[in-house]
């Protein structure tokens, strides 16, 4: 249980910056994996590290500004839906970000990376259920929050 007033876990991360280090840390590691390169083969957008930020950013408890200008957790969703990627992506992608987050410099904190590593389970987990071809996406899901202690409903 986080003490009260502990900040957001965005805040605590260091904000924009931190979450913007993270996501290019993150990229670097995808694309150096023998398996998740293929994911990046095609590409990616100039703006690829900016919008991952965006999108954990409001996760974590920072600007809403993923859901306002990106379609939120379903337009996240819908970007690695119906792919046919392999289950064990999923894994692969979380030791990415467990490794990246030494890379960008986060806060070694237990209780943080303890909250951070149950986050990115969740996540991969959530992409996972929408990889199968033929996946569809709701128009309407809601954005997940993340705190010190979990998923917040």
Not at 33 to 52: I, Q, V, W
Request: charged residues 20%; negative net charge.
């Amino acid at each position: 249980m986080r003490p009260v007033g502990r900040p957001s876990l965005y805040e605590f991360a260091g904000g924009h910056d931190a979450f913007l280090a993270l996501a290019a840390a993150v990229t670097e590691r995808c694309i150096a994996d023998p398996e998740l390169n293929h994911a990046f083969s095609h590409g990616l957008s100039r703006s690829h590290n900016e919008n991952l930020a965006a999108y954990w950013e409001e996760v974590f408890g920072g600007p809403a500004a993923y859901s306002r200008n990106l379609g939120g957790h379903s337009g996240m969703l819908t970007l690695h839906s119906a792919t046919g990627a392999p289950g064990e992506w999923g894994d692969r992608f979380e030791a990415c970000f467990i490794a990246a987050m030494d890379d960008a410099e986060l806060p070694a904190d237990p209780e943080f990376r303890k909250a951070m590593r149950g986050y990115i389970h969740w996540a991969t987990r959530q992409v996972n259920r929408y990889s199968p071809i033929g996946s569809t996406v709701g128009s309407d899901l809601a954005m997940p929050h993340w705190s010190w202690d979990g998923l917040q409903e």
